[in-house]
T-cell receptor, first 111, second 116 residues
Framework: QKEVEQNSGPLSVPEGAIASLNCTYS??????FFWYRQYSGKSPELIMS????GDKEDGRFTAQLNKASQYVSLLIRDSQPSDSATYLC???????????FGTGTRLKVLA | DAMVIQNPRYQVTQFGKPVTLSCSQT?????MYWYQQKSSQAPKLLFH???????NEADTPDNFQSRRPNTSFCFLDIRSPGLGDAAMYLC???????????????FGPGTRLTVT
């Protein structure tokens, strides 16, 4: 069983819509959670981090964490074509310096 | 601006010819990581350093070595590159304290390695 799972997509949404990206993880002691955006041929860029249950908002991005359900999501409001990329979910388990990545969800925002 | 820098951005090497990739950081982070990423795959951790303590992943081939001469610099040596080693190599850094705070990891721009 994969430790961090994401739907590979592609997830297609129209411009201006809300994109919802989901991630589940298997390690119950995972402590902090991250969303990265990766454009084709580029390196991952950190866009959100969260470690408390609930929502965390930053501009058009909202991260949602539910530790009981081992679920973290990323909402992108007012999606733009420039948001088209692969979104990687990563978790950092407690007591470790390692980050475990999912394989990413490819998002396409249609103009 | 504080950042993670990788050189070169593109590297072409011949099959079996040793190659070294470099990474430097101005974030003053004590953990540095090397990842390998192939197309449509998650970044795969090769090894990481906590300060000068080296931590190798169990499935990292012996062909891959690393050096960290000081806090700011880290090198990835591929002793005898094979065609299967063609990939993006990513250097990343983070703070290495465990606890309740969120310690974010930042990536450099990557080095795209081609093996001919």
């Amino acid at each position: 069983q994969k430790e961090v799972e994401q739907n590979s997509g592609p997830l297609s949404v129209p411009e201006g819509a809300i994109a919802s990206l989901n991630c589940t993880y298997s390690d119950r002691v995972s402590q902090s959670f991250f969303w990265y955006r990766q454009y084709s041929g580029k390196s991952p860029e950190l866009i959100m981090s969260i470690y408390s249950n609930g929502d965390k908002e930053d501009g058009r991005f909202t991260a949602q964490l539910n530790k009981a359900s081992q679920y973290v999501s990323l909402l992108i409001r007012d999606s733009q074509p420039s948001d088209s990329a692969t979104y990687l979910c990563a978790v950092r388990p407690s007591g470790t310096y390692k980050y475990i990545f999912g394989t990413g969800t490819r998002l396409k925002v249609l103009a | 601006d504080a950042m993670v820098i990788q050189n070169p951005r593109y590297q072409v090497t011949q099959f079996g010819k040793p190659v070294t990739l470099s990474c430097s950081q101005t974030l003053n982070h004590n953990v540095m990581y090397w990842y390998q990423q192939k197309s449509s795959q998650a970044p795969k951790l090769l090894f990481h350093y906590y300060d000068k303590d080296f931590n190798n992943e169990a499935d990292t081939p012996d062909n891959f070595q690393s050096r960290r001469p000081n806090t700011s610099f880290c090198f990835l040596d591929i002793r005898s590159p094979g065609l299967g080693d063609a990939a993006m190599y990513l250097c990343a850094t983070s703070m290495g304290q465990t606890g309740l705070a969120v310690y974010e990891q930042y990536f450099g721009p990557g080095t795209r390695l081609t093996v001919t």
